[in-house]
């Protein structure tokens, strides 16, 4: 079911982000690129280079086109997410660190390079398989730095196109000593589980150079949330107008390479496969890596909202829609039910109308995410 603004219930879920401090956030313009229009794929070639030209032949949209999608507002919410996760994640390390060096592995276009400026960080390393989504990463790199004003330091980077979960990104970069304090990773692990060695080769990417006490977070689909919906459904896919997910078979669930095809907006299928959590949990022990916390997009949000900077931020990003849109605007959506969770919440609590919200389709596909956080023990 989708939200709305003035939802408020218990988080629950494993663990909190601790002593989140106050950070001015503004929307930044970021983008998420699990969300991104699609284009055709090339088949016949291996998974990883499916997934590379797959992100190679993404368009750049600008803002004005991003925002005529019909899923505007779930890539703004899970931009908001990023933003909030991304923010206190750099809180937490800025307590005992002043330069921060962060690894962004499978950093796509750089969708998060202004998260990392307003997280005021030192040195960023971006690595993607995708090598001109890198090459367009490092290109937004070089223009906010020279947009940028003189007084402002902004982070020094280095950019790395490689498939991370088959080569060692230690072997690439420019100083092979560099420790990192986060490794960021939105969006991408699930793309390495392919087979044990990718996905412990990608964690060990992750992992390897972070000094003791760091942090290795990011953003993943929920295996279970998949597979429960998976079951429910009559068929081996399930979904809505704006996403579709396919599996290749039901009931059959191996622990690596459990391939399915994630379609959004109606294009094309990217290979993506289950990420069965406990296992990644025990293969990161390997790392010295801890879970710290674990919580789904729906949780996530519940327990953020309830701090007013995180609250307004989010209508800063317009992360919700209004509902009902005002005399001047529309509904990204006019499916019937898109919008009863909206109307029921205002009835049942009193709530005066307009709320802010999703589309019920937005946010079943959204809340097939989960946040992970792992900090290194040694
Ligand atoms: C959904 S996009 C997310 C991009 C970015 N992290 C964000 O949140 O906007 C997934 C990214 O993972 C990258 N990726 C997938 N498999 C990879 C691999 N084996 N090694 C490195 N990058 C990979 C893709 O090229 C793509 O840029």
Known sequence: MAE????????????????????????????????????????????????????????ERGLMERNKSRIVHMRNFNNWLKSVLIG???????????????????????????????????????ADIAGVSVEQCQQRYSDMKKRSHPNEQIFTAEFITADCSKELLSEKLSDPKMQFDVCSCQFVYHYSFESQQQADTMLRNACERLRPGGFFFGTTPDAYELVKRLEQSDSNSFGNEVYRVTFQKKGEYPLFGCQYDFNLEGVVDVPEFLVYFPLFVEMAKKYNMRLVYKKTFHQFFQEKIKDERNKSLMQRMQALEQYPADDRGRLVCDGVGEYEHAESRAQRTGASLPLGTLSKSEWEATSIYLVFVFEKTA
């Not at 939802?7 to 494993?14: D, E, F, I």
């Not at 690129?33 to 030209?53: I, M, W």
């Not at 592995?105 to 040195?123: A, F, N, P, T, V």
Request: glycine share 12%; charged share 35%; aromatic share 2%.
């Open 4 to 59: 709305d603004l003035r939802l408020s219930s218990a988080g629950g879920g494993n663990g909190t982000l601790r002593d989140p401090r106050p950070l001015k956030r503004k929307h930044d313009g970021d983008e998420d690129e699990s969300l991104s229009p699609n284009k055709k794929l090339d088949t016949g070639e291996g998974h990883s280079q499916k997934v590379a030209t797959h992100y190679n032949t993404l368009e």
């Open 88 to 126: 206190e994640i750099l809180d937490m390390v800025r307590r005992d660190r002043r330069d921060m060096c962060v690894l962004d592995l499978g950093c796509g276009k750089g969708g998060d390079l202004l998260k990392w400026r307003k997280g005021r960080i030192s040195r960023l390393v971006c």
